[in-house]
């Protein structure tokens, strides 16, 4: 046990474990001992270290990343990275209403707190209560300009259901789109709001996912106009994504062009969890529910290949999968895809070669829901509820001067 009693490490014959208490669940840290004899865990006493004995010698794990101070007792709502790296938006549930702020990734520094939204209202007339039945609407434009958000409620049948879009560079509201008007209706069996949004190039239009009886509708929408466009053709679906030229749209296994939207088999048939473009558009790339993810090129027309599921194996052993996919991001110089999963892990992947690189990077556990790249390729950036943004050092020349800063010397020969 920690010194504050937080955490708990386990061991045994196969790996080592941390457990944020009294939260359980899945562990926060998981190391593979590799067939090592585990004879003794120890915590140290001011540092975020944990020592494991193994034969004569002592093994130290720096968990400075996991154990961080960021971590929130009470999550956050939401949490979205714009595709360019570059801003966070954070959406809090307080007592009668949600706040949303954007922040800058480089410093965490807080760059706006956005109009409070309207909550939805019911066709009975009574306003909707925030508590456990709404939930927040977040989403970037693919360039990072512009940002949308409102409020959902799943299940619930409004007469009114605004989102605000945002002018992320300018610093103000650029127009309000109101999601539950009567012309947005197709037929008069009972819908759902939407409870998925994914913004277009420039924040100019919105496409939409919305429950019904039988499933997910989606639509496009005007936000200049403040108008639904297009009801698409199809059984629609809950994972959205626009193309960076706004010229294809992709719910689930369905892809939309020109109006047309054929079904189209992304990952072997399997659920898909989430999708994501590359920054120039010209790679897709698709995750589902047992871990893996295929890589297309971005018309879809040539799936380059599948990238296997590298997660650990479940700690509940009467899970058949490790973890379910939840974020996705490509590097802006497309070499690089980062996959996130609901168990805490990334997983950083060269997409030449489709081979992970390195093991998964250390996180402070808990669902990863959002990742982005900087706009060098360098630092990879991910978020969740309980940690809104995490940092890694990935380009070479800066890990090289952290383990030389580490060893206490920065003038480290070859030899040494």
């Given at each position: 046990m920690s010194a504050n009693s937080a955490l708990l490490a386990t061991g045994d014959g196969q790996e080592i474990r941390v457990w944020r208490l009294p939260s359980g669940g899945v562990p926060v840290f998981r190391h593979s001992l590799d067939n090592e004899s585990l004879s003794g865990l120890a915590w140290?006493?001011?540092?975020?270290?944990?020592r494991y004995l193994e034969g004569g010698t002592v093994h130290t794990l720096d968990l400075t990343t996991?154990?961080?101070?960021?971590?929130?007792?009470?999550?956050?709502?939401?949490?979205?990275?714009?595709?360019?790296?570059?801003?966070?938006?954070?959406?809090?549930?307080?007592?009668?209403?949600?706040?949303?702020?954007?922040?800058?990734?480089?410093?965490?520094r807080l760059l706006r707190t956005l109009p409070t939204p309207s909550r939805p209202v019911f066709r009975t007339g009574i306003p909707t209560t925030l508590g456990d039945v709404t939930e927040p609407l977040l989403s970037f434009s693919p360039d990072g300009n512009a940002f949308?958000?409102?409020?959902?409620?799943?299940?619930?049948?409004?007469?009114?259901?605004?989102?605000?879009?945002?002018?992320?560079?300018?610093?103000?509201?650029?127009?309000?789109?109101?999601?539950?008007?009567?012309?947005?209706?197709?037929?008069a069996a009972y819908t759902e709001p939407r409870d998925t949004i994914a913004l277009g190039p420039g924040g100019r239009t919105l496409l939409t996912a919305r429950g019904t009886p039988d499933g997910f509708v989606n639509e496009t929408w005007d936000t200049t106009r403040g108008r639904r466009t297009t009801l698409l053709p199809g059984p629609g679906g809950g994972h959205l994504a626009v193309s960076p030229d706004g010229g294809l749209l992709v719910t689930d296994n369905r892809l939309v062009r020109a109006g047309r939207s054929p079904a189209h088999d992304l990952v072997q048939h399997d659920a898909v969890e989430r999708i994501a473009f590359a920054p120039d558009g010209s790679l897709l790339a698709a995750g589902d529910g047992t871990g893996r993810v295929a890589v297309w090129d971005g018309d879809l027309r040539h799936r380059a290949g599948i990238l296997r599921n590298v997660f650990l194996t479940p700690v509940d052993p009467s899970y058949d999968s490790a973890e379910t996919i939840t974020a996705l991001a490509f590097s802006p110089d497309g070499?690089?895809?980062?996959?996130?999963?609901?168990?805490?892990?990334?997983?950083?992947?060269?997409?030449?070669?489709?081979q992970p690189l390195g093991p998964s990077l250390p996180t402070p556990g808990g669902s990863v829901d959002t990742l982005a790249f900087s706009p060098d390729s360098t630092t990879p950036y991910a978020g969740g509820a309980y940690v809104p943004l995490q940092r890694y050092v990935v380009d070479p020349d800066r890990a090289v001067s952290l383990v030389c800063s580490r060893a206490g010397n920065t003038e480290l020969t070859r030899a040494q």
């Open positions: 140290h006493s001011s540092r975020p270290l944990l996991t154990l961080t101070r960021a971590w929130r007792t009470s999550p956050f709502a939401g949490v979205r990275l714009s595709p360019d790296g570059r801003t966070l938006a954070t959406a809090e549930r307080t007592r009668d209403r949600y706040v949303f702020q954007l922040r800058s990734t480089r410093d965490g949308a958000y409102g409020v959902s409620v799943p299940g619930g049948d409004t007469a009114s259901q605004r989102l605000t879009v945002w002018d992320v560079a300018a610093g103000r509201v650029r127009t309000t789109v109101d999601l539950a008007t009567a012309a947005a209706t197709p037929t070499g690089t895809l980062a996959v996130g999963g609901d168990a805490g892990t990334v997983q950083l992947w060269d997409i030449a070669t489709r």
